[in-house]
């Protein structure tokens, strides 16, 4: 079955693009690769951009783009979109879009989603922004309708699920086998909730972290390590697109032969293990009840803190 192969790009709409330029290049540290009017592409890899900003009255996440391998690919995801009866957007322009060919659609959730063939490269990598970067990893959003969009992120797009956290949350990988391309937590309506770069070191993360730090730009979550795919990272605010950026560490490749997707507790320590309450060494304690929401609220003993 003919499957997406990786994360894309994200088409992100902002208010003020001088403002949202600002904050990708100095605190997540990619690079303007073009910009023309009011939309300006940037980058941390060869290919022409992961972000798309694009100016104007909305401002948060438009668009999601995961890209397949070839026109053939594109034409099997067609057929089954088609077939299950989800309209479909065709085109592609190499000089406007900066991709050959690409589909549009609305998932059940009410995410707007692309896939695509045939993005521009860089003939030159950018130079080192002082973290380095290994790949634009993974997209999570809260989606309304979670047992359909789940199955048809599988059955459609051909995700494979890696790991369940209870009926909350499922994380899903793409054809490149990284343990999530995507990770689908269920709510009422669809919000985007961050996406994931992959850097090369701790060294890495806490560079970015105390970049952001020192200047004032707040974490939504400090150094944590997730037990779904084992990964360490921070989860940096971008207060104005409400939502988060992470920058990770130690993301696993999956074998799929030999995988078995768990069914993990909505607790805590599913969202960092490092919060697993400590043994009784002798006195009474009373290890605190939660449970835990993807970027949501962690509700600990009756305290709600925000996400």
Same mark, same amino acid.
């Given at each position: 079955?003919?499957?997406?192969?990786?994360?894309?790009?994200?088409?992100?709409?902002?208010?003020?693009?001088?403002?949202?330029?600002?904050?990708?290049?100095?605190?997540?540290?990619?690079?303007?690769?073009?910009?023309?009017?009011?939309?300006?592409?940037?980058?941390?890899?060869?290919?022409?951009?992961?972000?798309?900003?694009?100016?104007?009255?909305?401002?948060?996440?438009?668009?999601?783009?995961?890209?397949?391998?070839?026109?053939?690919?594109?034409?099997?995801?067609?057929?089954?979109?088609?077939?299950?009866?989800?309209?479909?957007?065709?085109?592609?322009?190499?000089?406007?879009?900066? &991709?050959?060919?690409?589909?549009?659609?609305?998932?059940?959730?009410?995410?707007?989603?692309? &896939?695509?063939?045939?993005?521009?490269?860089?003939?030159?990598?950018?130079?080192?922004?002082?973290?380095?970067?290994?790949?634009?990893?993974?997209?999570?959003?809260?989606?309304?309708?979670?047992?359909?969009?789940?199955?048809?992120?599988?059955?459609?797009?051909?995700?494979?699920?890696?790991?369940?956290?209870?009926?909350?949350?499922?994380?899903?990988?793409?054809?490149?086998?990284?343990?999530?391309?995507?990770?689908?937590?269920?709510?009422?309506?669809?919000?985007?909730?961050?996406?994931?770069?992959?850097?090369?070191?701790?060294?890495?993360?806490?560079?970015?972290?105390?970049?952001?730090?020192?200047?004032?730009?707040?974490?939504?979550?400090?150094?944590?390590?997730?037990?779904?795919?084992?990964?360490?990272?921070?989860?940096?605010?971008?207060?104005?697109?409400?939502?988060?950026?992470?920058?990770?560490?130690?993301?696993?490749?999956?074998?799929?032969?030999?995988?078995?997707?768990?069914?993990?507790?909505?607790?805590?320590?599913?969202?960092?293990?490092?919060?697993?309450?400590?043994?009784?060494?002798?006195?009474?304690?009373?290890?605190?009840?939660?449970?835990? &929401?993807?970027?949501?609220?962690?509700?600990?003993?009756?305290?709600?803190?925000?996400?």
């Amino acid at each position: 079955m003919v499957a997406v192969s990786r994360l894309g790009y994200l088409t992100i709409g902002v208010h003020d693009l001088d403002e949202a330029l600002e904050y990708y290049t100095r605190f997540v540290r990619l690079d303007v690769t073009s910009r023309v009017g009011h939309t300006a592409f940037l980058t941390g890899g060869l290919e022409h951009h992961w972000i798309r900003l694009e100016e104007g009255p909305t401002e948060g996440m438009k668009q999601v783009s995961y890209v397949v391998d070839s026109e053939a690919d594109l034409l099997e995801i067609r057929g089954r979109l088609v077939a299950t009866g989800i309209a479909v957007d065709e085109g592609g322009d190499v000089h406007h879009d900066r &991709v050959q060919r690409w589909l549009r659609f609305v998932d059940p959730g009410g995410m707007h989603v692309e &896939v695509f063939v045939g993005m521009v490269e860089r003939g030159v990598a950018p130079m080192n922004p002082g973290i380095t970067m290994t790949k634009f990893l993974h997209a999570a959003w809260a989606s309304a309708n979670f047992d359909e969009t789940t199955a048809f992120y599988q059955d459609i797009l051909g995700f494979k699920a890696s790991d369940w956290v209870e009926t909350r949350a499922g994380f899903f990988r793409a054809a490149d086998r990284y343990h999530h391309s995507l990770v689908l937590i269920r709510a009422e309506r669809a919000l985007f909730n961050h996406f994931c770069i992959q850097v090369d070191s701790l060294d890495d993360i806490m560079r970015a972290r105390h970049n952001a730090l020192s200047a004032g730009v707040k974490l939504r979550d400090d150094l944590l390590r997730h037990a779904p795919s084992g990964s360490i990272g921070i989860y940096m605010k971008d207060e104005a697109r409400k939502f988060a950026v992470e920058f990770c560490i130690g993301h696993p490749i999956i074998d799929d032969a030999t995988h078995r997707p768990r069914v993990l507790p909505s607790v805590p320590e599913t969202m960092n293990v490092w919060t697993a309450p400590l043994p009784n060494l002798g006195h009474q304690a009373d290890a605190a009840n939660g449970t835990w &929401v993807p970027g949501g609220e962690l509700t600990v003993a009756g305290i709600a803190r925000p996400s």
